[in-house]
């Protein structure tokens, strides 16, 4: 009889000779790649972007005063990691090694310690590369010298590996465990914006003492503390032999499907893998009981409290979302300066993704929205009824989450943000809840007529980037609104006029794309 | 040890539904027992509390004097099961999955091969080694789903209805494979609507409705 490690090293190879050997095609095509885009794209890219930020501006990026800021930004990293390991962790093998292997009387452990420590260095390697980028281009204009980059981007290494870590600690924590400690590491990020010293609680937030020009022992403290982790994973027998092999492959096997829908460009397919389940919980709530105007309210509330985590992830993403937006609203129209798109475009987008992924479990009324519109032209109710009761949920959920926000940003001590600027905001949230309308409203079907040839002077093709388009129209829209709103630098009541006509322009789409005209009614007696 | 599996007065609900009702049963290996009832009396959450995947509500269960519990290797070791359709490695031949099943049980590689094909063989399937899972039909899917099942030793065999898509020939074929298994020691449990099973089986366990779902 073999050892347990023979057994294994002898099923890999199998594996490794048939299904998950890459190529040396694969390999050194993707070195290649990733030598060709860095050298000619990246690399160019960071250097102008580097000479042309305004050495004042990035001085002020780097001052003591953004240090709460970027430990919080940390924070709210750390708590999404802890969040993304429970959707999709670092433990992964693929569905038929994982019902295989772990099935086995093989010590789990032994099975997914090498998968799992490979998943969390690529975790570091590739928060070390986005790091390098960014810190390359700040470097360029002097703020700090090489030494200093180069203890950045270690630190971003380390970070990277302590963020992989707590996704692991996502994949393998009860729910309630999980929900505990994403709380305490949300209070200790709270309580650092207050009092300096709570940063040293939060998970890597030393780095916000190394940004800002501080002494370079935060580097060993995160590389002690993420070797630690790492050590942990590997020494402790329970970590990963109590990961139960249902939860393994069950995110084995969605990532597995999302892929080959991606693949497919079934995007929407791919994100419907990810929607949780509801849970057995208000069967007995009467949902014709009280003004009809309001049910619509009712079974939203109820579908919302069915669902409490994809509830509690919007109660998350989309204050989040206003945050950064309004965090990046003041540099919009007047105040508007070139160097400050570097902190405010890059601000405003991810506000915009934050958001719009928000909304997604808000408006999920929407998605019975076109049967009632057919239901309305069939048995002579009111569409537009229709519509009103299914748009109350969404709009009043996603105002409240929005103004919290960014009023939290506003009361800030030193926020340069004002009152105004909770305006903007809402003012993106109505178009990021248009664009879902729209996406609600419009067939899943990729039309026809997109996969025909586009093609422009120069004999260049468009098709694909008509599919692409139609792929991510619902984030496209609501970053297209945003950036209207931070980089055109016009006045405020142009781009409410701008905003408000998109807005309508994507509604009305939205509706006509369902076939049911705004007139529709009962059918009549012929 | 003559018992392999005790359950006393084992139960499973989640929230207000009631999946398992109050259920006592003794078996012995080796047997051949038929699990039956009509849909919703709870066949398969029996098999999966047996299995490990769900925890009970009420009562104890027992495997060889223990509850059955995934972390255990030793569980692990003794009870195979195929409730739902197992994951298949999509780009790998059905003689190369079930040779990796078998490696990684400890059989060295060129006897894995041969076991597999053996396996294919008993199960009426040999021709198809060489294919890939796409390739199949509904009934030989579930032909080779048995296979890999089959590929591994076993103390406990738990089946969900393993008769699924199977023509009458191949039903025959499959009890004489579980009988054969029996023959070895082991107790099979498997959830069972069609009659030949049922009456070749050592000992049928019927479920009945909960009196609260009727």
């Not at chain 1, 729910?175 to 309580?191: C, E, N, P, T």
């Not at chain 1, 990810?274 to 057995?280: E, L, V």
Request: charged letters at 15%; one cysteine or more.
């Amino acid at each position: 009889m073999s050892t347990p490690a023979q057994r294994l090293k002898a099923a890999r190879g199998i594996h490794l000779g048939r299904e998950g050997a890459p190529t040396a095609g694969d390999r050194w095509f993707s070195l290649y790649l990733i030598g060709f885009v860095t050298a000619f794209y990246i690399l160019p890219v960071v250097y102008v972007v580097g000479d042309f930020l305004d050495p004042d501006f990035a001085l002020q990026l780097t001052q003591p005063q953004s240090e709460p800021v970027i430990t919080a930004a940390l924070t709210l990293l750390a708590v999404a990691a802890l969040w993304t390991g429970r959707i999709q962790g670092p433990v992964l093998l693929t569905p038929f090694l994982a019902h295989t292997l772990l099935g086995t009387d093989i010590p789990r452990r032994r099975v997914l310690l090498l998968p799992t420590l490979k998943a969390v260095a690529c975790v570091g390697m590739a928060a070390a590369g986005l790091a390098a980028v960014g810190l390359f281009a700040l470097t360029l204009t002097g703020v700090w010298d090489w030494d200093r980059f180069g203890l950045l981007v270690a630190a971003a290494f380390a970070g990277g590996v302590q963020l992989a870590l707590l996704a692991f600690l996502g994949q393998r924590l009860s729910l309630r465990a999980l929900l505990f400690s994403a709380v305490v590491i949300s209070a200790a990020g709270a309580l650092g914006l207050v009092f300096s010293e709570m940063r040293l609680a939060t998970p890597a937030g030393w780095s916000g003492l190394l940004w800002t020009g501080g002494a370079a022992w935060p580097v060993a403290a995160l590389a002690l503390t993420a070797a630690a982790g790492v050590i942990l994973i590997a020494a402790i027998p329970a970590a990963l032999d109590r990961l139960p092999a249902a939860r393994v492959l069950n995110q084995s096997r969605r990532i597995s499907e999302a892929r080959l829908f991606t693949s497919t460009g079934s995007i929407n397919d791919a994100v419907e893998l990810f929607r949780s389940k509801p849970a057995h919980r208000f069967h007995r709530v009467p949902v014709t009981a009280g003004p009809a105007a309001l049910s619509g309210l009712r079974q939203d509330l109820i579908s919302a409290l069915r669902s409490p985590l994809s509830l509690l992830g919007a109660a998350v993403l989309v204050p989040a979302g206003a945050a950064l937006l309004t965090l990046a609203a003041p540099a919009a129209g007047e105040s508007f300066q070139d160097s400050n798109l570097l902190a405010t475009v890059p601000l405003g987008v991810a506000g915009a993704v934050l958001l719009f992924l928000g909304t997604g479990s808000l408006s999920e009324g929407w998605r019975q929205l076109k049967n009632e519109f057919d239901a309305a032209a069939l048995f002579g109710w009111s569409s537009a009824g229709a519509l009103g009761r299914r748009l109350l949920w969404p709009v009043l959920t996603s105002g409240v989450l929005t103004t919290a926000g960014a009023a939290g940003v506003v009361v800030l001590p030193g926020s340069a943000a004002q009152w105004k600027e909770p305006a903007w905001t809402l003012a993106v949230t109505a178009a990021a809840l248009a664009a879902r309308f729209f996406q609600s409203m419009r067939s899943r079907n990729i039309p026809v007529e997109f996969l025909a040839p586009t093609v422009i002077p120069g004999r260049v093709d468009l098709s694909a980037v008509k599919i692409l388009l139609w792929l991510g129209d619902g984030i496209i829209i609501t970053v297209t609104a945003v950036l209207a709103v931070v980089v055109l630098p016009l006045q405020p009541s142009t781009l409410v006029g701008v905003l408000g006509a998109l807005i309508l322009t994507v509604m009305i789409w939205g509706w006509a794309r369902t076939g049911v005209q705004m007139t529709a009614g009962p059918p009549r007696p012929v | 040890m003559t018992a392999s599996v005790i359950c006393r007065g084992l139960g499973v609900s989640a929230e207000e539904a009631v999946l398992l009702p109050e259920t006592s049963l003794t078996a012995e290996k080796p047997a051949l027992i038929a699990l039956t009832g009509a849909n919703g009396t709870g066949k398969t959450t029996l098999l999966k509390t047996l299995a490990g995947r769900q925890l009970p509500s009420i009562g104890e269960c027992l495997i060889n004097g223990r509850p059955p519990y995934e972390f255990d290797p030793a569980f692990r070791a003794a009870a195979a099961s195929l409730i739902d359709t197992p994951p298949m490695a999509r780009d790998m031949t059905l003689c190369e999955q079930l040779a990796l099943v078998r490696v990684s049980w400890g059989e060295d590689e060129a006897a894995a091969f041969t076991g597999a094909e053996q396996t294919l063989e008993q199960l009426t399937i040999a021709e198809l080694g060489e294919r890939f899972p796409y390739e199949l039909s509904a009934g030989q899917l579930q032909l080779f789903a048995l296979a890999l099942t089959l590929s591994r030793p076993f103390e406990l065999l738990l089946l969900d209805e393993p008769e699924r898509h199977l023509d009458t020939d191949r039903v025959q074929r499959l009890i004489s494979l579980l009988q054969q298994r029996v023959a070895f020691g082991a107790l099979i449990i498997t959830a069972t609507h069609r009659a030949e099973i049922i009456s070749q089986a050592d000992q049928q366990i019927a479920l009945n409705r909960s009196p609260a779902a009727e």
